[in-house]
């Protein structure tokens, strides 16, 4: 893709406002949602696009995640750090890019910005979940007492928030027992 292509399908997918270049070879944009840029390389060989998921600080917990998301479900693009943010980045050879697979890399980054952490947030506790129940089975407990241990320690204030009411108490250990369920015989 040229310079003039980049710029013309910006134009095509965001409001000609929205869209402002910043320099020759790079491009913003800002819309109420999010700021996209997009950068070439000084030989305007390489074309990057990135978009600000959250600071980095905040993603320090989920890095392992972030990584699996990077291997199994990011397709073209990536999670990486950079000056304290997690961005989504793409990253492509000019002379091999075509205006569909650039479409497609914007819709994916725009993506991972609206998911933010919940999917890395989900993966963490599905792991969690996994160990609790791989802990539970070599205790020799069924999925029952395991469920009775975790009302357990809800009951006693081990887990949940001490201000919790007892209606959202009941939901977190409804949707405890509905993911032990699901995940109980693949362990």
Request: charged fraction near 20%; hydrophobic fraction near 45%.
């Amino acid at each position: 893709m040229t310079p003039s292509e980049i710029a013309g399908t910006l134009a095509e997918l965001f409001s000609a406002d929205a869209v402002n270049a910043i320099a020759p070879g790079s491009w913003q944009i800002e819309t109420p949602d999010f700021r996209l840029l997009v950068l070439l390389s000084e030989d305007e060989t390489w074309l990057r696009v990135l978009i600000p998921i959250v600071p980095a600080q905040q993603a320090q917990p989920f890095l392992e995640q972030f990584l699996e998301a990077n291997f199994d479900d990011t397709q073209q693009v990536r999670y990486a750090i950079q000056q304290g943010v997690t961005w989504g980045v793409f990253q492509h050879n000019c002379s091999s890019l075509v205006v569909e697979d650039f479409r497609d890399a914007i819709a994916r980054l725009i993506s991972l910005h609206e998911v933010g952490l919940d999917d890395v947030f989900n993966r963490l506790v599905e792991s969690r979940i996994r160990q609790i129940i791989q802990a539970a089975k070599l205790q020799g407990q069924s999925l029952e007492s395991t469920m009775q241990n975790l009302e357990r320690f809800y009951a006693e204030g081990l887990m949940g928030d001490e201000n919790q009411t007892p209606q959202a108490r009941e939901e977190t250990l409804a949707a405890w027992r509905r993911q032990l369920e699901r995940l109980w015989s693949e362990i």
